[in-house]
């Protein structure tokens, strides 16, 4: 299979995605820190270059965050033609295998869960993100976002006009969506 690469901006300036025709890995994993890719081969090839502050990997693409200071025009080719070599040789994403998706908790969880996976995961990874729900305690929603969703500007925003109100009209219990920070 010839691996063909390209690239796409995200709402956070500091992070790119780069997508590629194969899928990568079911899920997303996220590795925000050089010292969290140490199981991870894949990624602790990207975390070699000097301007690479976070790497993390949902469905086909890859998402990576610049260095203050490095411009994308710099570093952009290089990342692409890395990237394509390392799906091209199948340098491995994670060494452990992917976990199924299990829903827990009340009526209430287990609504938001399958809320936030097959409506929000979706959308979310567009921009080169990820979300996790962590907790749903007096009608308030905890969730973590990882990826380029991880300090994006446009992040609240997403969070409170769109997550919280889809969640609300669905679960009527739901008062609140919060994100937990990394």
């Not at 203050?68 to 692409?80: F, R």
């Amino acid at each position: 299979m010839n691996i063909n690469v390209y690239t796409e901006t995200t709402p956070n300036p500091a992070t790119m995605k780069f997508i590629v025709n194969k899928l990568l890995i079911n899920g997303s994993v996220d590795y925000p820190t050089k010292e969290s890719a140490e199981h991870a081969p894949f990624a602790k090839e990207l975390y070699k270059f000097s301007f690479v502050n976070g790497v993390f990997f949902a469905s086909n693409f890859v998402t990576v965050t610049k260095t203050e200071g490095t411009e994308w025009n710099d570093i952009e080719a290089i990342l692409k033609e890395f990237v394509k070599g390392a799906v091209e040789s199948e340098l491995k994403i994670k060494e452990d295998v992917e976990e199924e998706v299990n829903f827990e908790g009340t009526d209430s969880e287990v609504k938001i869960q399958q809320i936030l996976h097959d409506y929000v995961r979706p959308a979310v990874e567009q921009d080169g993100g990820a979300i996790s729900y962590k907790s749903f305690q007096d009608g308030i929603v905890t969730v973590e976002l990882r990826g380029s969703c991880s300090g994006c500007p446009s992040s609240t925003i997403t969070l409170k006009a769109g997550i919280e109100n889809l969640l609300k009209r669905m679960v009527p219990e739901v008062q609140e969506v919060v994100s937990e920070a990394m």
